[in-house]
């Protein structure tokens, strides 16, 4: 089995694309419970939510505050899941409620071992 990462792309800047607390209950619950879904399987390997604060840091000791302040849509968090290959990836990631917003996204990728002290 392979690690993907899943990015959650969505607009976290604009107000009126904000959910109402009632309407975020009610997104919250369904993402518990794809999660839950991905976890049934043993699949799911963590994530974390990211604040709407940050920096940027550029080549030449350039940083500027972000992240990405120029766009409106932003990582708003990441899960890890296991999977035999993209493909089974994928079909993890299509019944993600987030893909329900519109504009929102996610961008699967696969952790490579780069890093790897082995």
Partial sequence: MD???LFFRLDIITKEKQPSPEQLQVYMKQYQDWIAGIAEQNKFLGGKGLSTE???M?????????PFAE?????????????????????LTKSC???NGEGNSVEIR?????HNQE
Avoid at 58 to 66: P, Q, R
Avoid at 110 to 114: A, L, M, Q
């Fill in 71 to 91: 766009l409106k849509e932003s990582i708003a968090g990441f899960i890890m899941v296991q999977a035999k290959d993209f493909d089974e990836a994928v079909a």
């Fill in 3 to 5: 690690e993907f990462i």
């Fill in 97 to 99: 409620p987030m893909l």
């Fill in 110 to 114: 696969k952790v490579s071992g780069v």
């Fill in 54 to 56: 940050g920096k940027v």
């Fill in 58 to 66: 550029k080549s030449k000791g350039v940083i500027t505050d972000g």
